[in-house]
């Protein structure tokens, strides 16, 4: 079986860093990925990450543990933009997506 | 054309009615996916086709049923469904199937359907 745990919701400041976090506890391994999805909307890609280490994408950056089952999505200057909830997707084998419950993010002027 | 485009936005049906939501894309993905996403939840994977083939059911009940007509189509045929499998239903693309591979998912929008 796969657990994956986020926290539910972190507030942030505009222009701050925040990380949010994510552990997973899966019989099988392939990938993580980080989706971004706002209110009301599609969920998007954000990242992906199969080696440990750390995959910078411009003001977003993930890293990966593979070892202690944790990951977490950097945002740096953060803006009011950001706030949305942020997915962690662990992909196991056959072919099988989990998504974690998701990080509701709210950025504060 | 880096879209999938879902039709329709919205749907409500009786628990009697026969339904289907539609999906598509002319990306020349390879894979193609079904998911449902109740209120303030994360979307949970219903149904994969990998190069036409369904390749995964997450045990969805019977009265969802998918078809992929062709590369570019995936349909879910809805009957007889209950109160509780009203939802956003999402459908996805990946230019290829899951595979360790670093193959992102492209959504659509979404069909929201309310079931009376």
């Known amino acids: 079986g796969q657990n994956i745990d986020q926290p539910t919701e972190m507030t942030a400041t505009e222009g701050a860093i925040v990380q949010i976090n994510c552990t997973y506890q899966t019989s099988g391994f392939n990938g993580l990925f980080w989706y971004q999805q706002h209110a009301g909307e599609a969920p998007t890609f954000l990242s992906y990450?199969?080696?440990?280490g750390l995959e910078e994408k411009g003001r977003f950056s993930s890293f990966l543990s593979r070892s202690k089952g944790y990951s977490y999505l950097l945002l740096k200057e953060l803006q009011m933009k950001d706030s949305a909830s942020y997915l962690c997707?662990?992909?196991?084998?056959?072919?099988?997506?989990?998504f974690g419950p998701g990080t509701r993010l709210s950025v504060l002027p | 054309d880096t879209e999938v485009t879902q039709t329709p936005k919205h749907l409500v049906m009786g628990m009697t009615n026969k339904k289907s939501l539609k999906c598509e894309q002319h990306m020349g993905h390879r894979a193609m996916y079904w998911y449902k996403q109740k209120a303030k939840k994360p979307p949970e994977l219903m149904f994969v086709y990998s190069y036409e083939k369904l390749s995964i059911n997450e045990s969805v009940p019977s009265r969802f049923s998918p078809e992929c007509p062709n590369s570019s189509l995936l349909n879910l045929h809805l009957h007889a469904l209950q109160p509780e499998d009203s939802a956003l239903y999402l459908c996805?693309?990946?230019?290829?199937?899951?595979?360790?591979?670093?193959?992102?998912?492209?959504f659509g929008p979404g069909t929201r359907l309310t079931v009376l």
């Open positions: 996805a693309s990946s230019q290829e199937p899951p595979s360790g591979g670093a193959y992102e998912q492209f």
């Open positions: 990450n199969v080696l440990d």
């Open positions: 997707v662990h992909e196991g084998y056959g072919q099988n997506f989990v």
